[in-house]
């Protein structure tokens, strides 16, 4: 999702250092914007109010299941047929 975007940072914008940190904590990334150790944070999760949250992109999510699954017939999932393999 986000290696892309990194590959066609970097080139125009050497100068800038991008260090990716990961974490299921969403205390730990707002304590890391409150305390300046990190500048920015992305996650599909809302801001709480005292961040700024604009949209950066859209993404699509598939959900890969067997043609059998329970969720592969669910009412909110919108399943296609697919030949593909990866």
Do not use: K, Y
């Amino acid at each position: 999702m986000l290696a892309p975007v990194v590959v066609e940072w970097h080139p125009r914008h050497p100068d800038v250092l991008i260090t990716l940190i990961e974490s299921t904590s969403l205390e730990q990334l707002h304590s890391l914007l409150d305390s300046d150790e990190a500048d920015l944070r992305l996650r599909l999760a809302p801001a709480p109010d005292r961040f700024t949250s604009p949209a950066v992109g859209d993404e699509e999510f598939v959900l890969v299941t067997p043609i059998d699954h329970p969720l592969a017939g669910s009412p909110w999932c919108a399943c296609r047929t697919s030949t593909a393999h990866g």
